[in-house]
């Protein structure tokens, strides 16, 4: 497996690029800017872009997913509880595009939903819905490779924000519990923002649990 990470936009969110290595098929979570460097490394890979995953919808996540599906193609995919958060004009993308013209551009290919596989090459992501940060927020889980990518619902130390549109926090917390901690201890967590973690850490340690 192909797997590197990325610091983009200016909330410095966590970008993951992740690819077969066999099919030279890839995958982009969270693009939430830098849309030019990571189509770069694509081509230097030998890359080909097949899906840009979206964990939720608030812009920081989600600026460049348009740019890179225009440079590098591939379908943006999303839960379909987020559309009404994409075109939030405080959080989604209602905040930073200019015209409603714009924000009609910003179209989801793909509507995913837990339970639905996306197959890249030999790898398999599995959708877990984890709402809570956001009512559609969901996360993607590689079990062969015990890796999970949770966006803004869990954080090294740490839980998403929900006081934003569309927000719970009870909500948050069981999907944390009852989606994330029954996964193997030593599954990697790879969140929106700061260092990766992983599920017995966070279990034992986290101040929110």
């Not at 189509?39 to 608030?58: K, M, P």
């Amino acid at each position: 497996m192909i797997f590197e990470s990325f610091v983009v936009g200016m909330l410095q969110t966590n970008c993951y690029l992740l690819g077969d290595e066999e099919s030279r098929k890839a995958v982009v979570i969270d693009p939430g800017g830098d849309s030019g460097r990571i189509f770069q490394r694509l081509r230097d890979a030998g890359l080909e872009l097949s899906g840009i995953l979206s964990t939720h919808a608030h812009f920081d996540h989600v600026t460049d997913c348009w740019a890179l599906r225009q440079l590098a193609g591939g379908e943006v995919m999303m839960h379909p509880d987020e559309e009404v958060i994409l075109s939030n004009r405080m959080v989604g993308m209602g905040a930073v595009v200019k015209s409603a013209g714009e924000l009609a551009a910003c179209g989801v290919d793909r509507l995913i939903r837990g339970g639905d596989q996306i197959e890249v090459g030999s790898l398999v992501f599995h959708v877990i819905e984890t709402p809570g940060h956001t009512p559609g927020h969901v996360s993607f889980h590689l079990p062969l490779e015990k890796m999970i990518f949770v966006g803004d619902t869990l954080f090294a130390g740490s839980i998403g924000r929900t006081d934003f549109p569309g927000g719970s926090y009870d909500q948050l917390i069981r999907s944390v519990r009852e989606k994330i901690f029954p996964l193997p201890g030593e599954t990697l967590v790879y969140p929106g923002h700061g260092p990766e973690t992983t599920v017995e850490r966070e279990r034992l340690t986290n101040p929110f649990f």
